[in-house]
């Protein structure tokens, strides 16, 4: 086969694989970052309904985080066996189920058990698509599949604010119900129709996809097994190896400063705004998409400049970097535009750290040892989603403002940044021949 016909078929099946894979991830990311943080836009009202100060609301956006990472790497390994058409509608389902019956609680504990029950509902759904994609793109096209898919967290923020506010307005009072319980209903819903949808649409492997042609699903298992083989010359991944790498740990502690200010700005946002002016909810929830309606530039611009160069650290590092300038900024600022205008500089720089992130996660192990890898990294990084919003709530009622807790935001990104900058991605000489050779590995 000559060059320029393998180049049209690579070319061809890429294609085919992105345009029916990355448009249902897409809509099930959307529907995970909605039902994730429309709790902001809740607390908007929910908070005066339920008499909920702001430490009782950040504790219960941080216990979401809690319920995740129990059953994070159980999941990732359910679904290595048995597929990520079964396991991901699953996720969906019960997650579905969970964030509309989050409409009926009445008390700070009913919160807390419903945003717990969310979190374990949603376990393994980040790291399980991530894993799922190494099975269908090769390395050199996964950080723009990933960005292709993981905007839908940002234009989830983008609409959620006013698709939330709207229905609050709008539907407040029908039936009996308040406006944020309609919210949680209208947008739970579709979670559960798209988890039925899944498990008739998604293909677990390359082999078994019928609209692929036969020459499309040779060359790109081909391609896949080339990838294994390239990194198994490691060694033999064991799963135990995904405790033991550092690489997982540096990972995890990078990703986990920087969701304190992701979380943090997503749960936050609506009542941080709410409080720069006298701003009906409506107009809230417009201004709140602003920042991630720029993260979905940066996520585009930024991942599209890694492929295109190679690099993902120093990318990363840049990213987190401005993000943390512009949260200082802001904190200190004392104009009311500027201290938005900055925290939308931020939103396009904590965005676009996700792809490159997700892309450095899925190339450090394959097989089992893979699958635990990428969700041991995303399970112990979720500390900064457990600890960032309930601070953030704490340190408004303590201090009446959200300056000191862009401080600290601003802080974690620092720290996310120098460690990107500076960790390792490959293994070091001496871990490679220390590996066990593939062909002892059982």
Known sequence: MTVSSVSELERETIRRVYWRLIPILFAMMFFNYLDRINLGYAGLTMNKDLGLSSAIFGFAASVFF????????????MLHLLGARIWLARI?????????????????????????????????????????????????????????????????????GPISTSVMTWFDGAGGLHGWQ??????????????????????????KATWLTPEQAAWLEGELATERASIEQQGQHRVIDCILDIRVWLLAALFGCALVGIYGLLLWLPQIIKGMGNLSNIEVGFLSAIPPLLGVVGTILISRSSDRTGDRKFHLAGVYLLAAIAMLASAYVQSPVLAFAFLCVAGFGINSGNPLFWSINASLMTGAAGAASIATVNTLAQFGGLIGPWCIGLIKDSTGSFSWALVGIAGFLLVASAIAATMRVKPRETELTGAIPSSFAH
């Open 182 to 207: 309609w919210m949680f209903i209208v947008e739970g819903v579709p979670t559960i129709l798209l988890g039925l949808f899944t498990l008739y649409y998604l293909t677990d492997r390359p082999a």
């Open 92 to 160: 969906l389902i019960t997650w579905g189920l969970v964030a509309t019956l989050t409409a009926f609680i009445w008390s700070p504990l009913s919160l807390y058990v419903m945003r717990f029950g969310l979190g374990v509902a949603e376990a393994g759904f980040m790291p399980g698509v991530v894993l799922y994609l190494t099975y269908w793109f090769p390395p050199r096209y996964r950080a723009r599949a990933v960005a292709g898919y993981i905007i839908a967290g940002s234009f989830s923020a983008v609409a959620g």
């Open 66 to 77: 809690l319920g995740y990472m129990v059953l994070e790497v159980p999941s990732n390994l």
